[in-house]
């Protein structure tokens, strides 16, 4: 097996995440047996694939004796949730920039309430401070916005780190890596050998990991991110850039083709952190069918997505293939009234 010397890392996350078959809904299905990687259990609080990224992003930054973290993500962003509590557990300031998010009417509706939901709510109660600019500004302004809290801070005698959005840049990149290590003991041990690594792509760095990873580990599978939002162009050149400056960074002569770099963008639907009913249909199947709860950002997407091509026929011949469950409940939390008119009946007697 490949040897890797890797930076160095806080063991923040609860490690190795389970492998585990999901039985019913892949004979149900009829096609390859669907694996599921449960990095949606790194940690309870702090669940998904943003806590494997900050292992390595948190490490650099308190080697540079750095005492703030500053970064940014949608108003519900698992990354940003994960950043305001591994702050709190490190004891480190945390400041986030979230982009404000009109999911739909309902949605809107909900944000008039006083109490922040999901993800944000646990940004608060971590103490996080939280800067909210709406869509636009956040689009237009957002290297500003990092420049403006960056000397805030440096005022202050604090010294921040910035830290990019979803933690996806050529640090980030590790916690992926150190993922294709943990599978491939997982596929010895269960004895499979998957064509397909399977997952939801948002700012790419999960991907870059998984990919440089799997060539690495020479795992022999294709990994195949589905986007949740922008395109199959936009995520190589992510990915890509992603990989460079991991390879430049730590000096490193691995060579990443980008045709290896696989993304699937039928399945964004109305946009980022939007989902159509059958994505909604598809996260309630996989609860109901496997006790295994998605999102509607990210993996429940990504899933509908994984479920369609099973349909089409597009993993034929593969008689396994893994779906990296990258966490997101909280998300799922601050989207329940889309879900709502399912839960009325009452079935007592
Ligand atoms: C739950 C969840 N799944 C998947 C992703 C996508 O990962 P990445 O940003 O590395 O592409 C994210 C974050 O964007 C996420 O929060």
Redesign the pocket.
Known sequence: MQTIDYPPRLELARLPTPLQPLQRLSQELGGPKIWLKRDDLTDCAVS???IR?LEFTLARAMEQGCDTLVTCGGEQ???CRATAILGARLGLKVHLILRRERVDASAAAEGAAQCPDGNLFLDYLCGAHVSIYDKPEYQHRLPELFEHWAAHYNRQGCRPYLIP??A?DGT?VWGYVACAEELSKDFQRVGIDPAYIV?????????AGLTAGSQLFRLGASVL?IA?CDNADYFSRKVAEDLRQWRESYGLSVDITESNILVDDRYVGPGYAQADAAVYQTIRQVAASEGVVL?P???GKAFYGMIDRIKRGEFAGAPDIVFVH???IF?LLAQRSRMSEWFTKDEAI
């Open positions: 998904g694939n943003k990224k962003s698992n990354h959005t979803g996806s980030g997952h939801a792509t948002g700012s790419g760095g999960t991907q991110g949740v999102d950002v990210y993996t990258t966490g997101g998300g």
